[in-house]
């Protein structure tokens, strides 16, 4: 194990990245600056720090703010049951790019 992962913040990360392989869903595992990120999908990013993990899970158009959700770090697995959720959520309403044909190719 490296230095690194014996912070609370990594070894929380690396739990909930787990607990979302589990569930078939990947993820990276980003370190440094007192926090760590878990990386799942464009707009997914669970920020791992002072015993929670928090991600963005939404958008209040009246109030112009970001809604957050949040899970105590001690339950990785609840927490990947719902960050997969809200993973499903994104999945549906972001289509991927379709390929580009056509294109030059690369000098």
Known sequence: MSPSSSRPETHAAEALADALAARGV??????????????????????CHGGRYWWRSGW???????????????????AAHRVARRYAQLRESHTLAA?????????
């Open 26 to 47: 990947s993820a990276d595992v980003h370190d440094g600056y007192g926090l760590a990120l878990v990386s799942v999908w464009a707009g997914l990013v669970v920020w």
């Open 60 to 78: 209040d158009a009246r109030r112009y703010r970001v809604i957050y959700a949040w899970h105590p770090a001690t339950e990785p697995a609840r």
């Open 99 to 107: 390929p580009v044909t056509g294109a030059p190719p690369c000098p």
